[in-house]
């Protein structure tokens, strides 16, 4: 892919703009947020060009925005933001993309890491018998017939009141599991029978159960509130998301759009921004099927819950009181949600698109959970599998400036084609283990594909974030273990 040598003008040390004269037709600029360093990483593909294609979507509002881990996606670049007014805007699947609500949660322990390390071997081994993991893996549950429509309207509720974990996990779930405005009638009957074998399971790709440790805490206080209590705490972090449900959704809405955009008279300088207007029957059928989506991949997180705790007790030998093991927070980083927020001083209701981006809300905000009121919603922003993952909380200035919204991730520098030529699956496995993280995968070439070279440095990619006062950083955590697809 060709190196990006569009306009860029420097606004601080973290931010950057593209100018609305560098194309015609675009509604508004482009914001990057990067420091020099990872700017330059970004520029070497077309991840930028697609942030200026984003600012031609009709109805989009501020900045079409770029987080520090933007990479080239389907339509917006992933780490791509945008707001779009709901009076006379659109909807595009493309800001969302194939994994709907791909995301991730992490539950805090009561054990540290001595603790854990004599049993390191039988953990992950439970761990990987008991999470159904890789490409097409069938998981544990079995669907009555029609009882996946259950599954959609009601997400982690559903799974909760089956018994897959505990009430108090919806609490500190984003939308609290459960979002509103579903259809299950919207989502296709291929959608469906993809997604009836597939709950409870991991997959694949970048997807990965983590067992880590906190290794740094930059805020006491705040850290105390999510119950992290010191150094060498063990956590566990589950990243999954929709599965082939939330994909189909995304291709059967994506040829809705293609049609709708001509009916709408819409012209976009990138098809695979496909949209139509959020008050359209199109952009309401496809909302709705998203949320279906978005519930499934909170229920499917919610089932990994329970195994991961049941796992996890059996190979310490610890209770489940012992243990702890409570769900500190659950984030979507691919959805879109129609928010209030202001608007040249109006409020005004916006469908915000995240795409590889984390919701960031500060303290005091409806949508935080009451226990979080005052520290401001956990953001969790996974590294790769060799390197650190970090919590981090949403601040003000992210909600005046980019809709309420962060990073989610280190971001690709390598595509997966690029990872393999450079090493083989035993290669990276060894390299782990000699650093002291056990890994079971399913696939060695899978883990070639999710080398740390592959990706950014998360380290500098939330530094960005927590220096551009998007989010702060709370604590650190750094692998022992990891369950890969």
Not at 249 to 257: S, T
Not at 418 to 441: F, H, P, Q, T, Y
Request: hydrophobic share 35%; glycine share 12%.
């Amino acid at each position: 892919m060709t190196r990006w040598n569009g306009p860029i003008e420097k606004v601080d040390d973290y931010r950057w703009m593209i100018p609305k004269s560098y194309k015609s037709g675009m509604r508004v600029p482009g914001l990057i947020y990067a420091d020099k360093d990872l700017l330059e990483d970004i520029r070497e593909e077309q991840g930028l060009e697609q942030v200026v294609n984003v600012s031609f979507l009709p109805g989009i509002v501020g900045y079409s925005m770029a987080m520090p881990d933007i990479h080239w996606g389907y339509g917006f670049a992933i780490g791509g933001v945008a707001a779009m007014r709901v009076s006379d805007g659109v909807v595009s699947p493309g800001g969302v993309g194939f994994d709907i609500n791909c995301g991730v949660r992490i539950l805090r322990t009561n054990l540290k890491e001595e603790d854990v390390k004599p049993k390191k071997k039988e953990l992950m081994d439970a761990l990987y018998r008991n999470v159904p993991s890789g490409v097409g893996s069938e998981g544990k549950i079995k669907l009555r017939a029609g009882e996946i429509d259950k599954v959609l309207a009601q997400g982690s509720r559903w799974a909760v009141e089956k018994g897959f974990g505990r009430p108090e996990d919806l609490e500190t779930t984003e939308e609290k599991g459960e979002m509103s405005g579903t259809d299950p009638s919207k989502v296709s009957s291929r959608a469906k029978e993809r997604g009836t074998p597939q709950l409870g399971t991991l997959g694949s790709g970048n997807h990965f159960l983590e067992v880590a440790v906190v290794d740094e805490i930059h805020e006491p206080e705040i850290a105390r509130v999510m119950g992290i209590d010191g150094l060498g705490q063990v956590m566990l972090l589950i990243h999954c998301g929709s599965r082939g449900l939330g994909h189909q959704v995304a291709d059967d809405y994506i040829k809705v759009m293609v049609r709708a955009m001509q009916e709408y008279g819409i012209e976009l300088p990138d098809r695979q921004l496909a949209c139509s207007p959020v008050k359209s029957p199109q952009g309401q059928a496809y909302l709705a099927a998203m949320r279906c989506a978005a519930n499934y991949a909170w229920a499917n997180r919610q089932c990994i819950t329970h195994w991961v705790r049941e796992s996890f007790c059996t190979a310490v030998g610890k209770c489940e009181e012992e243990a702890g093991l409570e769900l500190i927070y659950d984030v979507a980083h691919n959805i879109a949600k129609l928010e209030e927020h202001e608007v040249e001083g109006e409020k005004r209701t916006l469908c915000v698109h995240r795409k590889g981006a984390t919701r960031a809300f500060p303290a005091g905000q409806r949508d935080v959970p009451q226990k979080y009121a005052k520290i401001g919603q956990p953001v969790l922003i996974p590294g790769d599998m060799g390197r650190f993952s970090y919590i981090l909380v949403g601040t003000e200035r992210a909600m005046k400036e980019t809709w309420g919204s962060t990073c989610h991730g280190a971001g690709r520098l390598k595509s997966r084609a690029a990872a393999k030529k450079m090493v083989s699956g035993r290669d990276v496995l060894n390299a782990l283990e000699a650093r002291g993280i056990m890994v079971r995968a399913g696939s060695m070439s899978g883990l070639a594909e999710e080398v740390s070279e592959a990706y950014k440095d998360v380290t500098s990619v939330v530094r960005v974030a927590h220096n551009a006062g998007i989010s702060k950083i709370v604590a650190r955590t750094r692998p022992i273990g990891v369950v890969k697809g």
